[in-house]
């Protein structure tokens, strides 16, 4: 994840993008739910955030446009912002998705951490792909609300996903068997989320069917996490839903029948609606 060629990388890229990161991008390709509050059956209206404060994965701007398209599908208009300034307009929204926001804390001031907390706390619901879950210790409420910080990454290979059978009837996973192969790069978190009040874990990885800490890290203090290694689990906590995947890393980890099922029952999951405004399968 965050090896000096992919620092580098991630600087190249941030100076090409200066001029679009800094400011609201407004781009949707779903049906215009720009007036008033959003519809509580349907799933319509989604924030995606993306701006970062420390190590920004270059795939970002990409994964961007990968979830507005994908949101369109379904008929529902995803905004895409690097401004803390718009948290001031979450009441427009049903779910804001934190994109591998990496050191959240230091990206928003304490009247937008207000903001969002607030919005969550009455009944948000916030999805976080990836490296969301990375360097927050900056920001203790959204370390209590993860549950965990990063360790160390695996490269992008194929493992074994093992779903939770006490919760293999969740539509974000439903489906899929027992345990299933799927390839993404894998994050080793500092602890497991397994017990604590609200988690659901969905999947877990078996370590045993890759190597869980790359060349990178074995010398920097990477660990794998053992048995207990969940990848991807939703929360009920102080209000609010929270579903966290660490796939994202790059869009091909995402752009999959799977994928494509994880992120949008995910969304409809913490946002408590019944249905997609759109069903993509029927023209």
């Known amino acids: 994840m965050f090896s000096k060629s992919r620092i580098v990388g991630?600087?190249?890229?941030?100076?090409?993008?200066?001029?679009?990161?800094?400011?609201?991008?407004?781009?949707?390709?779903?049906?215009?739910?720009?007036?008033?509050?959003?519809?509580?059956?349907?799933?319509?209206?989604?924030?995606?955030?993306?701006?970062?404060?420390?190590?920004?994965?270059?795939?970002?701007?990409?994964?961007?446009?990968?979830?507005?398209?994908?949101?369109g599908k379904y008929g529902a208009q995803f905004d895409v912002s690097e401004s803390p300034e718009d948290f001031?307009?979450?009441?427009?929204?049903?779910?804001?998705?934190?994109?591998?926001?990496?050191d959240i804390g230091n990206s928003l001031n304490e009247k937008q951490r207000k903001q969002l907390k607030d919005w969550y706390q009455a009944g948000g619901g916030i999805m976080a792909l990836h490296a969301a879950a990375v360097h927050h210790n900056t920001w203790p409420w959204w370390t209590k609300l993860v549950g965990c910080d990063f360790n160390s990454d695996s490269d992008f290979v194929k493992a074994k996903l093992i779903v939770d059978p006490e919760n293999k009837d969740h539509p974000?996973?439903?489906?899929?068997?027992?345990?299933?192969?799927?390839?993404?790069?894998?994050?080793?978190?500092?602890k497991s989320v397994t017990g604590l009040p609200g988690?659901?874990?969905?999947?877990?990885?078996?370590?045993?069917?890759?190597?869980?800490?790359?060349?990178?890290?074995?010398?920097?203090?990477?660990?794998?996490?053992?048995?207990d290694h969940p990848v991807s689990w939703i929360r009920e906590y102080e209000g609010g839903r929270f579903f966290y995947t660490e796939l994202g890393h790059e869009v091909k980890s995402l752009a999959t029948k799977f994928g494509h099922q994880h992120l949008m029952e995910g969304l409809r999951w913490i946002t408590k609606t019944k249905r997609f405004h759109r069903d993509p399968k029927k023209k």
């Open 88 to 102: 001031s307009r979450l009441h427009l929204y049903q779910a804001v998705i934190f994109n591998s926001t990496t």
């Open 199 to 227: 988690v659901k874990v969905l999947l877990r990885i078996d370590e045993t069917s890759y190597d869980p800490v790359r060349d990178y890290f074995k010398t920097r203090g990477g660990k794998p996490m053992g048995k």
């Open 172 to 190: 974000s996973v439903k489906g899929y068997g027992p345990e299933f192969y799927y390839t993404a790069d894998w994050t080793n978190h500092d």
């Open 10 to 71: 991630a600087l190249f890229a941030g100076l090409l993008l200066l001029g679009s990161t800094n400011s609201r991008l407004n781009a949707h390709d779903g049906d215009d739910h720009s007036d008033g509050k959003p519809n509580k059956d349907e799933l319509t209206r989604v924030l995606i955030f993306s701006k970062t404060a420390w190590y920004r994965h270059p795939a970002i701007p990409e994964l961007n446009s990968f979830l507005v398209q994908l949101g």
